[in-house]
Nanobody, 111 residues
Framework: QVQLVESGGGLVQPGGSLNLSCVVS????????MFWHRQAPGKEREYVAY???????AYAESVKGRFTISRDNAKNTTTLQMNSLKAEDTAVYYC?????WGQGTQVTVSL
């Protein structure tokens, strides 16, 4: 059974940083491109970042230059380093392998 488990969310002030992690089990992690998405209250879930099996990355315009996605195949983990956080980054953040979703981790950016 495939499981994706996110962690690292929390409350942070504007301009601060957080590092989210997603540990994947039950599949050959290195064979899958990995996504981060987010869903703010009252809004649709939206794409944030992607990393392919070769380590190539892509980002939504709203986070480009502030967020960095990475992966460690030895640890079956993908991470999302988030810097210069803004109030509009507040959302539940999900990792996704193209088939399965994690349960999400809450990120709140507020004074």
């Amino acid at each position: 059974q495939v499981q994706l488990v996110e962690s690292g969310g929390g409350l942070v002030q504007p301009g601060g940083s957080l590092n989210l992690s997603c540990v994947v089990s039950g599949e050959l992690f290195s064979s899958f491109g990995m996504f981060w998405h987010r869903q703010a209250p009252g809004k649709e879930r939206e794409y944030v970042a992607y990393i392919d099996t070769f380590g190539n990355t892509a980002y939504a315009e709203s986070v480009k230059g502030r967020f960095t996605i990475s992966r460690d195949n030895a640890k079956n983990t993908t991470t999302l380093q988030m810097n210069s956080l803004k109030a509009e980054d507040t959302a539940v953040y999900y990792c996704y392998d193209g088939w399965s979703w994690g349960q999400g981790t809450q990120v709140t950016v507020s004074l």
